[in-house]
């Protein structure tokens, strides 16, 4: 019975076919969603402040672009929160969500639990956003410089559901939306008579937590001014512009943690003449986890990350914290991030299955701004995280934030994402990865938990469009079914023979569907050498018994004057246990040579060798170190595979017929096992798209083993060449040299001709030690 082993990653290719004949002319309607441009009517709101709205929807960073399912406006009169789109050229398709821009608004938005879209607090849960809060500058009052009032972040579980929102009796008798200090959410207080912290808890949305981010201190305790329209909840212990946390409609009835609302009276001053009660009531706010004196208001975006921790078991308590200005708009980290964070009793949403709705509200009062905000993650629908590290091939050592490595040394940076649910897939990924001061980057790949990779086209490093970064879209989706991707940038430290080189950190951002992340590579140093030592021997050199090993390497000079005689050098090699030892006159002038380790030397299972190569007068120096290990038994494994392969240009019309391949594919098996050895190449392929449109291709590839054998979908993996060794040589094999124009694989049409353009796909080859059960 033979047993699979794959061998080797499974490689893709890239497959280009073009229609000819036919040139299309089409109008391309696109449909955003909600999208206005909206020029304020009211005649309050001045051209400042118009202007600064603007201003702000022209500098939006990159956010998600979502569907009008994921969120509802809120029910209630008057909501002003509105769906706009980003005017700033790099980031068009992101949607902005505007709160207020003007006086005595309230906007509110949530979630859509129908969609899916909530917050777990029985999960681990992780949101971020862009937050703008308007300009000093550009306010209605510009001598006063007050904006107001702020947003608030909030998860609930009242029994409005999306019509949750604060509310308040005016002097009227009117029942209105809570504006002002309730920033929509807290409870209002507009009763000079009200005495009951409950009666202002009531007010507020229910079963709920808010995160405030207060623009406006309101902090009014005298008489005079304490004028029943909510000045005083930040009297107690707030000094300016604000983030804290509360519960919003947490009763007065002694519970964990305390009372959210405190009752205060002033009593009338002697000699004041002027109406009013005898005595004034009002209402200061429990603020957790409060970071104060901030400036929210300043023109700017500014980055909030919000986790939470879940409880323990058996526990109710658990943990939110808040980082705000954690990122700049390019996506690099701030070193000036915010953070705070409170313990957190659940027992206070009343939820039976732990999902809250979530989202923001917003308010204004006498004073005004633009209230603006931009999603970048929503927490039911996808959260992954990217993370970086660096690999110095030629030494096989990670190099650390703050390492060293020697100049010319292979590098190769990896960009590690892991998908950890929820309920959405991570589709269309797109990568912007920094390229760093004194690294070159010359190839990469993917490679996917389900153990297929994909090779980055050579065109992506040779892109001048954008120099200082590399561009390229994923073409697998991450899901609960394939969970990580590794992105490996390959290339080499910079060149120096005097002076220290400093790598700085490299900033990779991944925009996808439903989720965009940053991640940042550590710095390094890279150390001066004139000359340096490099292998394209791996890294376990495999041999049969009785057989010496060879390890052929490489010696650069990176000086700039003429290459010095470097036959004059010394390679010292150090085999299992022993000491080094020199040999002189292996290297030749081009700085090749090849170290022979006798099989008399080597230990039964595996034996380590190291080896440098120095200059023993001393002009030159020494080179670095490199470590091998010998094992006895041969492998099978890819050689060179086409990383880019096409099909003969297909004229408009034509239907149901086979299309052969152009110009050379080659997929190579190199071999160095016994006599009786086999190997299996299996292919998958897999659905063409158009470049530009991402419309299916009306047809499919298909490996035809015959010209007159009947063809094979490769929708699944499919053998397409098996071999059996003859001898004891080590052989290459090219698996295409067989196929013809009517035979190996081939570009199927269907019925349906497929409009003109420039289609592409993936193949993964995959390659098993043994030969495969039919």
């Not at 700085?504 to 710095?523: Q, R, V």
């Amino acid at each position: 019975m033979n047993k699979h082993k794959i061998k080797s990653n499974p490689l893709y290719i890239f497959l280009f076919i073009i229609f000819e004949g036919l040139f299309m002319i089409s109008t391309l309607n696109q449909v955003v969603f909600a999208a206005t441009d909206v020029n304020p009517t009211n005649s309050v709101i001045d051209a400042g402040n118009e202007q600064n709205y603007k201003d702000a929807l022209a500098k939006t960073p990159k956010g998600l672009h979502w569907s009008d399912k994921d969120f509802i406006k809120a029910n209630f009169e008057d909501n002003s929160a509105e769906i706009v789109n980003s005017t700033n050229p790099a980031t068009l398709n992101t949607s902005v969500i505007k709160m207020t821009n003007t006086n005595y608004q309230v906007g509110g938005i949530w979630s859509n639990l129908s969609e899916d879209n909530f917050f777990n607090i029985n999960e681990n849960q992780t949101a971020s956003m862009w937050l703008y809060f308007g300009s000093y500058k550009n306010s209605n009052y510009p001598d006063s410089l007050f904006p107001g009032d702020g947003m608030a972040f909030v998860m609930h579980n009242d029994p409005r559901g999306t019509n949750a929102h604060s509310i308040g009796k005016d002097k009227d008798g009117t029942i209105e939306p809570g504006n002002g200090e309730t920033l929509g959410v807290w409870g209002t207080d507009w009763d000079w008579n009200e005495t009951n912290p409950a009666n202002i808890a009531k007010n507020a949305v229910q079963n709920s937590l808010a995160i405030e981010f207060d623009t406006f201190v309101n902090k009014l305790t005298t008489y005079k001014d304490v004028s029943g329209e909510g000045v005083s909840f930040d009297a107690q212990g707030i000094n300016g512009q604000h983030i804290a946390i509360g519960y919003p409609g947490n009763p007065s009835d002694g519970t964990f943690p305390i009372n959210t609302y405190f009752h205060n009276s002033i009593k009338k001053p002697a000699g004041d003449t002027s109406g009013g009660p005898a005595t004034k009531n009002y209402f200061t706010m429990l603020h957790l986890a409060a970071t104060d004196g901030l400036n929210l208001v300043d023109n700017n975006w500014h980055h909030l990350t919000i986790q939470w921790t879940k409880p323990a078991a058996n526990s109710n308590l658990g943990t939110i914290t808040y980082k705000y200005d954690d990122k700049n708009t390019d996506g690099t980290p701030t070193n000036s991030a915010k953070i705070a964070s409170t313990v957190i009793d659940t027992n206070q949403f009343k939820s039976t299955d732990g999902k809250l709705y979530w989202g923001f509200t917003g308010s204004t009062g006498k004073y005004t701004e633009n209230n603006l905000l931009v999603f970048e993650s929503l927490p039911s629908f996808v959260d992954a995280q990217a993370t970086a590290d660096i690999h110095n091939d030629t030494e096989n050592t990670e190099v650390k934030d703050g390492g060293h490595v020697n100049a010319n040394d292979d590098i190769t940076y990896n960009y590690n994402l892991k998908y950890i649910g929820w309920t959405r897939e991570w589709t269309n990924i797109k990568t912007r990865m920094q390229i760093p001061e004194n690294m070159t980057f010359t190839s990469g790949e993917i490679t996917y938990a389900n153990g297929e990779k994909e090779t980055i086209p050579s065109s992506v490093f040779s892109d001048t469009t954008d120099p200082n970064h590399l561009n390229y879209q994923l073409l697998q989706t991450l899901n609960k079914d394939n969970r990580t991707a590794t992105v490996s940038l390959h290339g080499k430290a910079a060149k120096t023979t005097t002076n220290t080189l400093t790598v700085p950190s490299a900033h990779a951002h991944f925009d996808g569907d439903n989720l965009i992340t940053d991640t940042d590579a550590p710095s390094f140093v890279i150390d001066p050498k004139s000359i340096t030592l490099e292998s394209s021997t791996p890294y376990i050199i495999r041999i049969k018994k009785g057989e010496d090993a060879q390890i052929k390497a490489h010696v650069n000079y990176l000086g700039t004057n003429a290459t010095p005689d470097l036959t004059k050098l010394t390679v010292y090699q150090k085999i299992g246990d022993q000491d080094y030892t020199a040999q002189k006159g292996i290297v030749d002038s081009a700085g090749d040579f090849t170290l022979n380790i006798p099989n008399s030397q080597l230990n039964d299972s595996s034996t380590p060798v190291s080896f440098y190569v120095k200059d023993d007068s001393g002009n030159l120096g020494q080179t670095n170190t490199l470590e091998r290990t010998i094992q006895f038994g041969g492998t099978v494994y890819f050689g060179e595979v086409s990383s880019n392969v096409k099909f003969k240009n297909i004229n408009f019309g034509n239907k149901n017929k086979l299309v052969p391949r152009i110009d050379d594919w080659n997929v190579h098996v190199i071999d160095s096992r016994e006599k009786g050895a086999s190997w299996t190449v299996q292919a998958k392929a897999s659905q063409l798209t158009n470049l530009t449109t991402d419309k299916p291709f009306d047809g499919s590839l298909v490996f035809r083993p015959t010209p007159d054998s009947q063809p094979q979908t490769l929708s699944n993996a499919t053998n397409i060449a098996q071999y059996t060794k003859p001898d004891d040589q080590i052989e290459t094999n090219n698996i295409t040299l067989s196929w013809t124009d009517q035979s190996g694989i081939l570009l199927a049409l269907n019925n349906n001709a497929s409009p003109a353009g420039q289609y592409n796909g993936v193949i993964y080859w995959t390659l098993l030690d043994s030969l495969a059960n039919k």
